[in-house]
């Protein structure tokens, strides 16, 4: 393309093919990274840096040092190892002296560094016949540019095949003084105040140039902002408009049930627990319908919530229904409910599929009649014999062990009840609120008051006679305990193989006078829960199990649990089973036993010693990302191209604020003043439009 041909003027939807320095070829790979416009290039922004601005003198470096230098190669070569294993080395030489790097397992990279290249390595210096680099990144500055790279933190951006990062800089580069004048503020001024980010302009150049690293995270932060508070705006603008949708029953709070239930219980409300009953009530009392996620540790006390809402239905003339995942679950429920509604004359029907067809038939037709019941079950709530005449309330606890189907069915039962689903699997406040951007939220962030803490520790293999020891003392007072192996699904028959063996390994050896299960997923389910009866009537001493026993059992006379191969567990994963210790009045321990390397060490030790589950949940979507909490990728879950709403959690959390007071102000963004942000909300977000009617 001839210069003549490019248009004078530039614009922010000019194609980039029109950008001097862009040729059809560079257009074409441009394209593969989703730039077509002059402004999609302003917007692909670095995902990394390299500080060049705090470059050491290659002979200052010592041994045990970390740093980064800037030299040119002046030798380099592939040598293999005794182990077959190859390693690309280069020599690198500033003004100072020279120094070795080494890049073990990479000898392709001799395709791509040459003599005379000048690299910008940061690392780890060792001694190895000298000092030695490990590099832990680097750059090939190439040749030329090298020399002008010191000082000045440089940008990597994300790249493509025959589009260089350097590329892809240099063409920003030249252009950015052009563009950046082109953009013009869309967020509100007082958003931006509120959030302490810099004016879009200002954080462009910010992230393409800047001056250091602490730049680059303004620059940074800005964007990351204004991503989670799109996210944000389009989820609570969803949630308002879903709730309009959202008819519901209008209970009244006559304080009969309630107030009684509270008077009889044996122990006092924690403060989270009486304001999420709060919530909650405030929810069942407006009209419409309540779509709320009680979220709380293990043993925070989240059935004694669900049973106030049952109650506030029931005295309205309703009938309340709380369904659990296994039938385990629903028979421990039912004998807890029973227990705390004896003195107010209530009875909860049990309704589970193991239940003899006549007695079904008799409780079908109590809840067919509307007499209003509390009803407490599994999955055979929502089968379609099971008609609710006058369904007003509906619990899910342990709500993701379901299927998203099935939560639904529960909630279409009945006239419209208003659905309350519970979670231990706690995370941060905003965090639950970005993923589950279309329900309420209450928190139990507390725990009942006389809880014993639980002992964990980490023990190597060389424990083990010691540790299986100390089991068989607890025993010996009368104890019971658990043995846990991990079950990875891609292998579950080698799983349950590993359980099978050590179970008969520990029955014919060193508990052969003690009364043990085995306990797996291919157990038939009936067989598992008589297994689980025997236990909690103190007819089995020790239980070996696979992760099957991880919801919600509750066995007091349980003091100690020893968990196999720890390492193949998340931390929440850990937290759910050492939840199944320490329900009783004595102390209690978790031990977990294996050789594990040290990187799995560090992360078992932030378990050993925190009991608090929204840490541990914490750390581990620190370290294992949102998929493997959630389990496969959840629909709907936004994903986020430069913001982590975990790290950023305090933006995040700004930028709800900031959200919030904006649909406030003008729900529908019809203001004139908010024509921009309409406009790029509708670029970046094919749901704005049904949601604002933009475009
Ligand atoms: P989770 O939140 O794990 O489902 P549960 O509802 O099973 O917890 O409660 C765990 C135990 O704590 C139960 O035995 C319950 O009776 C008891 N509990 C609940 N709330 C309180 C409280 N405020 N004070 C003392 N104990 C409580
Ligand atoms: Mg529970």
């Not at 840096?49 to 045990?64: C, H, K, M, N, Q």
């Not at 689903?421 to 970005?434: E, Q, V």
């Not at 900031?658 to 094919?686: M, T």
Request: aromatic letters at 6%; charged letters at 25%; hydrophobic letters at 40%.
């Amino acid at each position: 393309m001839t210069d003549r041909a490019r248009p004078q003027r530039l614009y922010l939807d000019t194609p980039v093919t029109y950008l001097k320095g862009v040729g059809p070829s560079r257009a074409e790979a441009l394209r593969r990274l989703g730039i077509v416009t002059a402004g999609d290039l302003l917007f692909h922004v670095p995902h990394r840096y390299e500080d060049a601005s705090t470059v050491a003198a290659i002979r200052a470096l010592e041994p045990g040092m970390q740093g980064t230098v800037i030299g040119t190669v002046i030798s380099k070569g592939v040598i293999p190892t005794r182990k077959g294993l190859r390693i690309f080395q280069a020599v690198l030489r500033d003004e100072t002296g020279m120094i070795e790097v080494s890049w073990p397992g990479q000898p392709f990279l001799d395709r791509t560094i040459q003599k005379g290249d000048v690299l910008l390595v940061t690392g780890n210096v060792r001694f190895f016949h000298g000092r030695q680099l490990q590099p832990r990144e680097f750059i090939n500055l190439g040749d030329e540019e090298g020399a002008t790279a010191e000082g000045r933190v440089l940008s990597v951006y994300p790249a493509t095949e025959g589009l260089s990062f350097k590329l892809i800089r240099s063409i920003i580069d030249a252009h950015l003084d052009a563009l950046l004048p082109l953009v013009t503020e869309y967020l509100p001024a007082d958003a931006l105040r509120r959030a302490g980010v810099p004016g879009i302009a200002d954080a462009l150049r910010m992230v393409h140039r800047p001056s250091s690293i602490a730049e680059a995270n303004t620059g940074r932060s800005r964007l990351a902002f204004e991503e989670l508070f799109f996210v944000q705006l389009l989820q609570q603008r969803a949630k308002e408009l879903a709730r309009e949708r959202r008819a519901g029953i209008t209970f009244v709070n006559k304080r009969s049930l309630t107030t009684k239930l509270r008077e009889t219980l044996p122990f006092h409300l924690t403060g989270a627990q009486a304001r999420s009953i709060r919530e909650i009530v405030a929810d069942m009392c407006s009209d419409r319908r309540m779509h709320r996620l009680l979220q709380g540790d293990v043993g925070s006390g989240k059935t004694i919530v669900a049973l106030f809402a049952a109650l506030l239905a029931i005295e309205n003339g309703y009938q309340a229904a709380i369904m659990a995942p296994t039938e385990l679950l629903a028979e421990q429920h039912a004998r807890t409910m029973t227990r705390v509604l004896e003195p107010l004359g209530i009875a909860p029907i049990l309704l589970t599929g193991s239940l003899p067809a006549r007695e079904r038939k008799v409780i079908a037709k109590r809840l067919e009649s509307g007499e209003p019941v509390l009803v407490v079950g599994t999955h055979a709530l929502v089968q379609d014999a099971t008609v609710f005449a006058k369904l007003g309330f509906a619990a899910i606890d342990e709500q993701h062990r379901f299927g998203v189907e099935q939560r639904k069915a529960l909630g279409a039962k009945g006239e419209a009840p208003d659905v309350l689903l519970m979670s231990a699997t706690p995370i941060p406040r905003s965090l639950a609120l970005t993923l589950y951007g279309d329900l309420d939220l209450s928190m139990l962030d507390e725990r009942p008051p006389g809880r014993q803490a639980i002992a964990t520790a980490l023990r190597p293999e060389s424990a083990r006679a010691r540790v299986l020891r100390f089991i068989d003392r607890q025993i010996e007072q009368g104890r019971q305990g658990y043995v846990v192996y991990p079950v990875i699904e891609e292998s579950e028959k080698t799983d349950v193989k590993a359980a099978t063996t050590m179970f008969d390994a520990l029955s014919g050896g060193p508990f052969q006078e003690r009364r043990l299960a085995l306990l797996h997923g291919r157990i038939p389910a009936d067989e598992r829960d008589a297994i689980m009866r025997r236990f909690r009537e103190r007819e089995i001493d020790l239980l070996v199990a696979t992760t099957v026993i991880e919801v919600g059992i509750d066995v007091a006379n349980a003091t100690v649990m020893l968990i196999e191969q720890p390492e193949r567990f998340g931390l929440s994963q850990l937290h759910q089973l050492r939840g199944r210790v320490g329900r009783g009045a004595d102390e209690s321990y978790c031990i977990l036993l294996g050789d594990v390397s040290p990187e799995a060490a560090e992360r078992l030790q932030i378990f050993v010693r925190t009991e608090d589950g929204f840490e541990i949940a914490r750390e581990d979507l620190r370290m294992r990302g949102m998929g493997d909490l959630f389990g496969e990728r959840q629909s709907g879950v936004p994903t986020f191209r430069i913001a982590d709403p975990l790290r950023d959690e305090a933006l995040n959390e700004r930028a709800r604020a900031a959200a919030n007071a904006l649909l406030a102000r003008d729900p529908g963004l019809e203001k004139p003043e908010h024509a921009g942000l309409r406009r790029v909300l509708g670029e970046r977000y094919a749901r704005s439009l049904e949601l604002f009617r933009v475009g």
